[in-house]
C-alpha cells in the first residue's frame, strides 16, 4: 500500500512538472498565470486557512507578491507581461505549495494581520488571530483609555503587539517569547515599522523574563491546540513550530501557568485578553472561579477571553486554587524545540541593537 502511495506521488510530482514547463513557455500575463495557478490549486489536496480560505485568493496573493502589485491595485495591471525570471519563480512557488503542502506566507515571507505586513518565516506561527478584530476597534468597551504599557506575550512575529502600538501611539509594548528565532523576526517587524524606541523583544518563558514588569494590558495568543485537534491538523500545519501550536492533553499547559502569575505584571485597572481557540470549554472547567467573559467577533473566529486584574487578583487569593510551579516549557518537548526553550543560552542577545540593525532582508518580494 505504501509503495503504490509512493508511485502516486512520484506520478502527480512528474504530471505537475510538466504542467509548469508548459506554463512557462506558453503563457504571458498576469491574468494568464492567474487563471493557471487557481486551476492547479483547486485540483490539489491544499488546505486554505493562513491568510485566505480559498484557491482563487491564494493564486491572486502568489501573483500579485512575485509581481510587486499591491493588493487591491491589479485590475489595471492584468495584461501585464510577466519576465522569464518571475515566471521561473512561480513555478517554484507553485511546486512548493502543492508537492510539499508549504504555506503561502513561508513561500512570500509575508503575511498581513489587521491590515498591516509582517515579515513571516517558520519560526514563527503565520498571523491569523482574531485579535485583529479587537485591535481594530481599540479593545473597546473593556479599555477606556489608551493603555501606557502593553505586554503581547507569546509574540511569535509580533503582529499582535505592533498593531496595538501602532494604534496606541504613546504606548510602550513588550513582545515577549520563548524562542529567540521568534524574537529575530519581531525585530525585523519592529524596525520595519520604526517603532524601536517604544517596542521591545522580550526572551521570557511565560513570564519569568519580565521580572517587576507591570501593564495596563496584556494579550496573549498562547499555544492553545489540544491533543486531538493537533493530530487531525492538515499538512500545512506540520511546517509551523510546534511550540507555538500544541498545549498538552487539553490545550491548557501554558494558560494555567499563565492565569497562576499573571496578576502579580497587571496593574490595578489592567486587562487581560487570551485566545484559547476550540479549548475555551475545558478552560472554563478547570477554572470555575474565574468570570471569564467571552468576546463575541463580528468578523469570525472565537475563543478570546477577557479578565480583569481584580477578577484574577479574588480568585486567586482562594487557597481552593493551587499554583502548579512546574515550567511548562519543559515538558514534552523534542530536542528541536529544546534548543528554543533554553533561555539560558541567549541570555546575551542584545535585542535593541539588532532592533535598530536588523539583518536587510526585511521582506523580500
Not at 27 to 54: P, V
Not at 153 to 175: M, N, P, Q, R, Y
Not at 264 to 281: A, I, K, R, T, Y
Request: charged share 20%.
Amino acid at each position: 500500500m505504501t509503495e503504490w502511495i509512493d508511485k502516486q506521488f512520484l506520478l502527480q510530482k512528474v504530471d505537475l512538472l510538466q504542467r509548469l514547463s508548459e506554463a512557462k513557455t506558453e503563457l504571458r500575463s498576469l491574468a494568464d498565470w492567474l487563471r493557471f495557478i487557481a486551476k492547479q490549486f483547486e485540483e490539489s489536496d491544499l488546505f486554505y486557512g493562513h491568510g485566505t480560505d480559498n484557491a482563487w485568493d491564494e493564486a491572486l496573493a502568489l501573483v500579485l507578491w512575485q509581481a510587486g502589485i499591491p493588493w487591491g491595485k491589479e485590475a489595471p495591471l492584468m495584461s501585464a507581461t510577466l519576465l522569464a525570471s518571475e515566471k521561473t519563480a512561480l513555478c517554484e512557488a507553485i511546486a512548493k505549495r502543492i508537492s510539499h503542502r508549504i504555506p503561502l506566507p513561508y513561500i512570500t515571507g509575508q503575511a498581513y494581520f489587521a491590515d498591516l505586513r509582517f515579515r513571516v518565516t517558520p519560526e514563527v506561527l503565520i498571523p491569523r488571530s482574531p485579535f485583529a478584530e479587537l485591535i481594530q476597534n481599540g479593545f473597546q468597551p473593556w479599555l477606556t483609555q489608551p493603555p501606557r504599557r502593553v505586554l503581547d506575550l507569546c509574540a511569535g512575529s509580533g503582529c499582535i503587539g505592533i498593531a496595538t502600538a501602532l494604534l496606541f501611539e504613546d504606548s510602550e509594548v513588550d513582545l515577549a517569547d520563548i524562542s529567540p528565532a521568534a524574537l529575530e523576526i519581531c525585530a525585523h517587524n519592529i524596525a520595519y515599522y520604526q517603532l524601536q524606541d517604544r517596542v521591545s523583544p522580550v526572551l521570557s518563558d511565560v513570564l519569568s523574563g519580565l521580572t517587576g514588569r507591570e501593564y495596563d494590558l496584556i494579550v496573549c495568543n498562547p499555544p492553545y491546540v489540544n491533543a486531538e485537534d493537533l493530530a487531525a491538523m492538515p499538512p500545512e500545519f506540520q511546517h509551523e513550530p510546534a511550540l507555538a501550536l500544541g498545549s498538552g492533553d487539553d490545550g491548557l499547559d501554558f494558560t494555567r501557568r499563565l492565569l497562576h502569575q499573571v496578576e502579580q505584571h497587571l496593574g490595578e485597572s489592567g486587562l487581560l485578553f487570551v485566545e484559547v481557540g476550540n479549548s475555551w470549554p475545558a478552560l472554563e472547567s478547570a477554572f470555575p472561579e474565574l468570570p471569564f467573559t467571552w468576546i463575541e467577533l463580528a468578523q469570525g473566529g472565537h475563543g478570546i477571553f477577557v479578565l480583569t486584574a481584580a477578577d484574577l487578583k479574588i480568585a486567586f487569593s482562594n487557597d481552593g486554587i493551587e499554583d502548579e510551579n512546574v515550567p511548562w516549557s519543559q515538558e514534552g518537548l523534542d530536542e528541536n524545540n529544546r534548543a528554543d526553550a533554553d533561555l539560558s543560552m541567549t541570555s546575551d542577545i542584545d535585542w535593541q541593537e539588532m532592533c535598530e540593525n536588523p539583518p536587510s532582508d526585511h521582506i523580500t518580494k
